[in-house]
């Protein structure tokens, strides 16, 4: 019988989206979220309210299960204190659990972990996994350090991980940056499902974003685990290409992110020492 797969943020925006996409595709799904599920379970699936702080219970929850997907905690830039709870010490619990059961671990990272890197101008070199991380505040720290966790975890201990560096995902684009960042809901289903599925992934790192022409990024390692996306936000350039953000969201990748508490006040200088 096929084992279980453990959904954290269950009740969250992608967490609803997977849990739907994933019992479609036939899996035993185990979701929980600190907030209750707001849809009907889906079928073959069961749900149970728990904080990632409350490492005892995510080891009980985890028992059993092939794959941990982890999408539970804070998602947007937050006071530091806010963060380390659910986003590092949840964490924790959830690769503790995972190295118990011989789990492998799906974590929505997020473009928040390399915000700091500038957009690229046209034709620029695209980012690719193994630049620098250039987290835009605490948020996006947390996922760079989340990423690094995932690291120590393969390196030390053998627990498979891939680390999804989540741009956009919604129903559809709202604004120019998203042409770039756009991961469509059909592809995120996918992209779950070949993590779930590849007999071998080791450490990875994957943009998970949709197939967008103005993209930011480059290379990953997709291959392993044999993901196609076939959305595009290319369709939808002339509903937002028009809606811009303030000139250091509009600078850096992060966007808003990014902005968000900005304090330097010298004139922007370009990156004279690359990544520092
Ligand atoms: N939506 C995007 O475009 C996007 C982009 C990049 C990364 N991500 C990441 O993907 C994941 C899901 O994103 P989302 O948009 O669904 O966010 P969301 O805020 O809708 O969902 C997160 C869920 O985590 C739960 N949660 C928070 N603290 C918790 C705790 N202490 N214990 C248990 N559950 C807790 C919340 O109740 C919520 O349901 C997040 O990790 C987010 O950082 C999302």
Redesign the pocket.
């Known amino acids: 019988m096929q084992k279980p797969v453990l959904l954290?943020?269950?009740?969250?925006?992608?967490?609803?989206?997977l849990a739907k996409g994933l019992a479609e595709r036939g899996y035993t799904l185990r979701l929980?979220?600190?907030?209750p599920f707001p849809d009907p379970l889906p079928p073959g699936a069961v749900f149970e309210q728990?904080?990632?702080?409350?490492g005892v219970t995510i080891l009980r929850l985890a028992e059993g299960c092939s794959t941990i997907l982890?999408?539970?905690?804070?998602?947007?830039e937050r006071p530091f204190e806010d963060i380390i709870?659910?986003?590092l010490r949840?964490l924790f619990h959830i690769y503790e659990a995972a190295r118990r059961e011989g789990a492998r671990v799906v974590?929505?990272?997020?473009?928040?972990s390399i915000g700091f890197h500038e957009r690229p101008s046209d034709n620029a070199e695209l980012l690719d996994v193994a630049d620098a991380f250039r987290p835009d505040g605490y948020?996006g720290l947390a996922?760079a350090c989340g990423e690094l966790m995932g690291r120590l975890y393969w390196d030390k201990h053998g627990v498979e991980n891939v680390n999804?560096?989540?741009?956009?995902?919604?129903e559809r684009p709202v604004d120019r940056r998203m042409l770039s960042i756009w991961?469509s809901f059909p592809d995120l289903q996918q992209l779950a499902k070949c993590c779930i599925e590849a007999p071998r992934v080791a450490h990875a790192v994957i943009w998970?974003v949709s197939q967008n022409p103005a993209k930011y990024w480059g290379a990953d390692h997709r291959e392993r685990i044999g993901w196609e996306p076939q959305d595009s936000a290319e369709p939808f350039r002339a509903e937002v290409q028009h809606i811009l953000g303030d000139p250091i969201s509009e600078r850096y990748q992060g966007g808003a992110f990014a902005a968000k508490g900005y304090t330097r006040t010298e004139p922007s200088p370009r990156d004279t020492f690359a990544v520092e």
């Open positions: 954290t943020g269950a009740s969250g925006n992608l967490g609803r989206v929980t979220d600190i907030s728990a904080d990632l702080e409350d982890h999408f539970g905690g804070v998602s947007v709870g659910p986003n949840g974590f929505a990272s997020s473009n928040h948020y996922k999804l560096r989540i741009g956009a995902c919604y991961l998970g």
